[in-house]
């Protein structure tokens, strides 16, 4: 009777002790994950607070976050300065479009790789899995050559057209892996009442892939809102036509920077970007747990 009740004394301690421990881990965790997202965060709130602080401030203080005088006029001077009027035009334009151009062709190309069997599919989905580890700096060229014949450069189609081409691989290999996710009973049934390859992408494949469309549109205008290198070539010569990631060097000058502006500008740039992240955020995590399950 004693040896019982020692041996249940000692299995409570036991557990009483694995789950102070268990605990422990878990507070640490999470400590560990609140330092790293302050450290991660920081270099955004510094920017924040740097883009309503006077310059004198803004070398006084260093890295300090919190200004000591709030210069809300850093804002409407830095959108005024540097035409950030027509740069966020631009940059909405061949946002919007690049995003509508990668859904549609994308969606169409990994539904008729994810539903369809032909010799070499392995073998081309190789070829064009290479096409990722290209750097830009060695396809520009020819690229800017094509774009040169055609009669588009210095004009925001160019942009749109070399963004779009450029966005398409890693998309249609999201929509392939989500399609093939996707459970065939619901589209058997649309073959059976007459359907063909088309209207069942259109009228029961493309409507149920509501997550995978919002996760590639965001990952497309995130990409094209912030692309620097593509606007700044393809519109080197009608300055007119920059977006708001090539519009920033208005603020750096051949002998002076100013920064409060700089910073300034670079939240109005990343507004956007929050924005249609907040809207999208529930639809992301299905989106992208739904290709890669398959």
Known sequence: MGVSSLSRGQQKSGILFYKVRQKGAFGLTHLILLVGGIIWMYPFLWMLGSSLKTNADFFDQGLNIFPRQIEWSNYPNAWNEASFGQFFGNTVIVAGSTVILVLLFTAMAGYALARTEFPGKKLLLGLIALTLFLPHGYTILPVFDLVQHLGLLNSLTSIILVQTAG????????????????????????????????????????????????????????????????????????????????????????????????????????????????????????????????
């Open 167 to 294: 966005g398409m691989v890693f998309s249609t290999f999201l929509f392939m892996g989500y399609f093939s996710s996707m459970e065939r009973e619901i589209e058997d049934a649309a073959r059976v009442d007459g359907a063909n390859f088309n209207q069942r992408f259109w009228m029961v494949m493309f409507p149920l892939a509501g997550p995978m469309l919002a996760t590639v549109a965001l990952f497309t205008f995130i990409g094209a809102w912030n692309s620097f290198f593509i606007p700044l070539v393809f519109t080197l010569g009608t300055p007119e036509l920059h977006t708001l990631a090539v519009g920033m060097y208005a603020f750096i000058g051949e002998n002076s920077t100013n920064w409060t502006y700089l910073a300034a500008g670079s939240v109005i740039t990343l507004g956007p970007i929050m924005v249609v992240f907040v809207l999208l955020q529930r639809y992301f995590i299905n989106g992208v747990a739904g290709a890669v399950k398959s």
